[in-house]
């Protein structure tokens, strides 16, 4: 544990040695949302964070990817390393192209910088709207980078909560890329999949064929616990109606957990209630993101 750790006491370790799932991942199964974290200090966390997370490096992470059977990963920027992406980009290069990753860049990126990322092996940006992540930025400094970053083919992942939705969807529906929503737009699962805010969120993906669904996170957001039978009705409703438009990770090592931490093996055993056929869990796994991050 390093000194700056030491002084945040709100996260948890990642699970230490989670269970080879029952489930035999398809072939070439991708890993579509998943971090890493440091190791600080070669990889210092950002000084504007809002958690301090665990050390968490791509030899884990690879080491995690190979222990459950995945072929591959998508590694996203996560907001404690705030817009230095050099932990991300180090490790999509040293994957030996089995790593593609997200970043999270301002209006000053370049172009020469974009296509360097592009080289590493990252495939687009994420736009964090949730307030306890982020400061907000301006909706002007977000249309400017995806202006930029849709010349090389790059999408944008959102990341948001079901009660903003209402105000954030005339925004979204002017950003001109493929558009990859985290967590299913955090919906709030007490409330059932037949609330406005699910069906707003069901309506969006229908109205919108340029917007998909990362169908993840049931540890963030259950409200009994592991096996996370309250959130199964979700992920299952949006693998059904859109099976082409999603994607799936382990979001491992979840980050700013404060309930508990998920066993990784328990989360892949997870994937077979949502998507019950192996149809929809090769297009879950592997046709979806094989054509959004490896065309
Ligand atoms: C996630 C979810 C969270 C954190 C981040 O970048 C991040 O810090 O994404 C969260 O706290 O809900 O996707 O890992």
Redesign the pocket.
Known sequence: MTEIQEMDANWLEFHPNPKRPDFKLPDGAVDA?C?VFGPSPEFPFAPER??TPCNAGKDQLFALRDHLGFARNVI?????HGKDNSAMIDACKSSQGLARGIASVGADITETEIAEMHNAGVRGV?F?F?K??VDSTPQEVFLSIADKIKEFGWHIVV?FEAQDLAELEPFLKQLPTTLVV??MG?PEVSLGVDHPDFQRFMRLMSDNENIWSKV??PE?LTKLGPPYDDVVPFPAAIVKRFPDRVLWGT?WP????KSHMPDDGELVDFITRIAPTNELQTRLLVDNPMRLYWP
Do not use: S, W
């Open positions: 949302h971090h809002k958690y996203v920027q996560a907001t404690c994420r964090n949730v306890r992540l990341y985290d967590h955090r993840t996170c963030r979001d979840h980050p700013n957990m």
